[in-house]
C-alpha cells in the first residue's frame, strides 16, 4: 500500500524470489478496515455499490483494489471526479487518528501539513509495524542473522544497532565486533555510546596481512588472494555471546578481490551463527549506489540467502526466510 522507487523495487522482487517474506500483514488489514468503515458510513448500500462499479471498470477484486490504497485513491478520483475528495479527507483524518491513539510516532509538523497525504501516513504506519517487528523479533531469537539493505539512511541503522545493543545490555561477558568494509565509515556515528567495542578495517588489515598478529584475523603464510582465501579466525568466538556488526558498499562487489573476502566473511558468518545459541549478526549493506546491475544482482542474491531477516529501509520492511518445506518461517 505504499509506494517503491524503483531501485527498491527491484531489491524487493529479488528479496521476495530468494524465498523471503513480508511479515507486516498489519498495516493492509488496518488501511483495508479503515477504508471500508469510512465508505460504509456514507451508506452501505453505496459502499458496496460504489466498490463494484470501480472493480467492474478495471477488472479488479475488491481484496485488489482495497490491496493497493494509492491505486483505490487514483480509481476513486477516476469515478467520483471533486466529490471523492471528502472520503479521501475522512480517510485521511482516520488514519491520523489512528496513528495518535496507537502512539505511534507521529509529529504534529505531519499532521498540520497538507502535503502529508494518505500514502505518507500509510507509510508512517508500515514503518511503525515493522519496527514492532524487528524489535519483537530480537526480543524473542537470542540467534539472529540480519542483513540490512540500507539506502545510507542514518535514521533506521541507529535505531537497530541500538535495539540489538540494549537488547544485551543485561548480558554478562558480552563481546561486540564491528568488521568494516566501507571507506565512508564513522565509528561515532553508530556506536558513540557503546562500550568495549572492537573495530576491524578489513582493507587494512589485509594490506598489512604480512606482518599481522592479530588476535582476530588470521592469514595463512602462503595466502593467496585468488584460491587461498583464510582471512578470519573466528574459532575464538564459538559457544560465547557475540554480536557482530559488519559495515558493507555494495560497490565492493564490483571488484573481485573484495568479492572473495566478503564471501569468506559471510560464510565464517553462517558457520558461526549455526555453532552459537547467543548470537546477533548484523550485516549493513550500503546500497545507496547500487543501480541493480545483473552483475550487481548475483553476488547479492547469493549473500542475502545467507540471512534468516532481510531488513531494506526505503521503505522500512522486514522480510523473514519462509521454509516453503515445513510451510514454516525461519
Known sequence: MYSKNPVNEKLINLIENSGFIDRNQTTDIVVKDIVLNVLNRIGKSYSKALIYQICSLYGLSQNELLSNYELFENSLTRVLGKTGYPIILRI?????KYLIMNKFEINIKDILDPSFNVPHIIGKLSESYNYQLISENLNNNKRNHIILLSNNDDKHI???????VQNSKNIRNIKR?????????????????????????VNDIVSSYSSSTDKFFKL????????????????????????????????ILNELYNY??????????????????LIQICCIY?????????????????????????IVDEPLIMYQKFDVKNDIVK
Open 177 to 201: 565486533v564491528v568488521i568494516v568494509l566501507h571507506d565512508q565509515f564513522d565509528e561515532k556515528r553508530y556506536f558513540r555510546s557503546v562500550s568495549d567495542i572492537d573495530i576491524y578495517y
Open 260 to 277: 572473495k573476502i566478503l564471501k569468506v566473511l559471510e560464510e565464517k558468518f553462517e558457520k558461526l551463527y549455526n555453532l552459537n545459541e
Open 158 to 164: 541507529k535505531k537497530i544497532i541500538t535495539s540489538i
Open 92 to 96: 485521511k483524518k482516520e488514519l491520523l
Open 286 to 310: 550500503d546500497v545507496s549506489n547500487f543501480y541493480t546491475k545483473e552483475y550487481e544482482l548475483k553476488p547479492l542474491r547469493d549473500f542475502i540467502n545467507h540471512h534468516n531477516i532481510v
Open 220 to 251: 595463512e603464510e602462503n595466502y593467496d588472494i585468488n584460491n587461498n582465501i583464510d582471512l578470519i579466525n573466528f574459532e575464538q568466538f564459538n559457544n560465547s555471546n557475540i554480536q557482530i556488526f559488519c559495515f558493507i558498499d555494495i560497490q
